[in-house]
C-alpha cells in the first residue's frame, strides 16, 4: 500500500481474505437456479399477494417495463425481498410487527494513484472498521454504517456519507489518494438486521426466518458468507410444512451436495492464458487486460464471449478506451443473463458505471444492442 501513513504507526497485523464481485456472484447464483429448472423473472414487482382460505397461494405481479400485470399460483410462497421483507409480510398481515431494522452503508471508489497489492482495514472504535480495497483496477473505500428509516428504493450517498468516509480513511492513508476529483462511484446500500434497540454498528448479522399467519416463509438477515446455509435452512424448513410443498419426489435437504459450482467456476488464471493463446488466424489477439476480465468475471463461460468476438470483429472492441470490457458482453448479457435496461449492462452486468465510463455515447450504443434483441 504505497500510500499509507506510516507516521505514528504502532501496529500492524496481516491475514489472508477473498473478494468477489457481488452483482456477478448474484447473476450466476441466479443462472444455476434456471439450470436446475427454476423460472425467474427480472423487473417483476409484487403488488399484492393471492390467498386461498387464509392461506398466501400465490403473488399478483406487475412487469415494471411494460406495465403489464398477471399472477403467480404457489403452493408456498417465500419473502426474500432483504429491505422490503416487512412490505410484504403487511401484504400478508396488516397488523404484522416489524421484524427487521435497515442499516444504510455508503461507499466510494476512486481511481488509483499507484498500484496496490494489498487491502487495508482500519479500527474506527470498538465496533466499526473502515476498509480500503483494491477493486476492479481501482479503490473501494467505506464503509458507513447509520439507521436507515425511509424508503429503501430512495437510499442513496450524501455529501456527509462522502466527507465521512474520506475523513476516516484519512486516518491511515495519504491525502493525495483522497482527492474527491478521483472518485468515480459512490454507492449505498441498506444491511437487514434482525429488530432491537441499540446501535446498528453493534448488532449481529444473522439470519431471521419467520412463518407468516397467512403460512408465508419471511427469510431477511444474513449476508454473502453464509447465503448457502441459508438456502439450506430454508430448504429444511419447506420441507417439513404440510402438504409438502416442495413436492413428494424431493431429495431431502440432507441428500443435497453440500458442494456444488456456480456455473462458469474455474481457475481464472488458465481461463485468461487459453484467451490470449487461442485466438483465430489471422484474427487479432485479445488484450491482456480484457483476459484477465472476462476471466474473473465470467470463468469459463468466457469462451463463449470470445466465440462472439471472433466471429464478430466489431463485437471485439473495447466498449470504452479505458474499460477492459468489449461489446460482447453487451450481447452476451442481453442474450444469456436477462438484462433488459442500460443499467442492467453498465451496472449490474459489468463495471462501466463503477469505472465512471457509462457515457451518453455508450449507452446510446448499449441501447442499440438492446432494441435489436
Do not use: C
Request: glycine share 8%; no cysteine.
Amino acid at each position: 500500500m504505497p500510500e499509507l501513513r506510516t507516521e505514528n504507526l504502532k501496529a500492524v497485523a496481516v491475514y489472508g481474505d477473498d473478494q468477489m464481485n457481488d452483482a456477478r456472484m448474484a447473476l450466476m447464483t441466479v443462472r444455476a437456479a434456471v439450470e436446475a429448472g427454476a423460472v425467474v423473472l427480472n423487473h417483476a414487482e409484487v403488488t399484492g399477494l393471492r390467498f386461498t382460505k387464509g392461506r398466501v397461494t400465490g403473488a399478483e405481479l406487475r412487469d415494471r417495463l411494460s406495465g403489464d400485470e398477471f399472477g403467480v399460483n404457489a403452493r408456498l410462497v417465500l419473502n426474500a425481498t432483504g429491505p422490503w421483507v416487512d412490505h410484504l409480510r403487511r401484504m400478508e398481515d396488516p397488523n404484522a410487527a416489524p421484524s427487521i431494522r435497515l442499516s444504510k452503508g455508503a461507499h466510494l471508489v476512486l481511481k488509483r494513484t499507484s498500484p496496490w497489492k494489498a487491502a487495508l482495514a482500519t479500527p474506527i472504535d470498538k465496533y466499526r472498521i473502515t476498509f480500503a480495497l483494491p477493486w476492479e483496477d481501482m479503490l473501494l473505500l467505506g464503509t458507513t454504517d447509520e439507521v436507515y428509516e425511509g424508503d429503501p428504493a430512495d437510499v442513496a450517498v450524501t455529501e456527509k456519507d462522502t466527507a465521512q468516509i474520506l475523513d476516516e480513511a484519512a486516518f491511515s492513508i495519504r491525502d493525495q489518494q483522497l482527492d474527491r476529483d478521483l472518485i468515480t462511484y459512490a454507492f449505498a446500500g441498506l444491511r437487514v438486521l434482525p429488530g432491537g434497540p441499540g446501535d446498528t454498528a453493534k448488532a449481529k448479522r444473522e439470519t431471521v426466518v419467520t412463518e407468516g399467519r397467512g403460512g408465508m416463509l419471511s427469510v431477511a438477515g444474513g449476508k454473502w458468507t453464509t447465503f448457502r446455509h441459508i438456502g439450506r435452512t430454508v430448504m429444511q424448513k419447506l420441507q417439513v410444512l404440510p402438504g409438502h410443498p416442495l413436492g413428494d419426489d424431493f431429495e431431502p435437504v440432507s441428500a443435497l451436495p453440500r458442494k456444488l459450482p456456480l456455473p462458469g467456476v474455474a481457475n481464472p488464471r488458465a481461463v485468461a492464458h487459453r484467451l490470449l493463446v487461442d485466438h483465430p488466424a489471422p484474427g487479432p489477439r485479445m488484450a491482456a487486460d480484457t483476459a484477465r476480465h472476462l476471466a474473473t468475471h465470467y470463468g469459463s463461460l468466457a469462451f463463449d464471449i470470445a466465440r462472439m468476438a471472433n466471429e464478430n470483429p466489431e463485437l471485439g472492441e473495447r466498449v470504452h478506451p479505458d474499460a477492459p470490457e468489449i461489446w460482447a458482453q453487451v450481447v452476451y448479457a442481453r442474450d444469456h443473463e436477462w438484462a433488459e435496461t442500460q443499467d442492467d449492462v453498465l451496472r449490474r452486468r459489468t463495471t462501466l458505471t463503477i469505472r465512471g465510463l457509462a457515457t451518453d455515447e455508450v449507452r446510446a450504443k448499449v441501447q442499440d444492442l438492446l432494441d435489436k434483441k
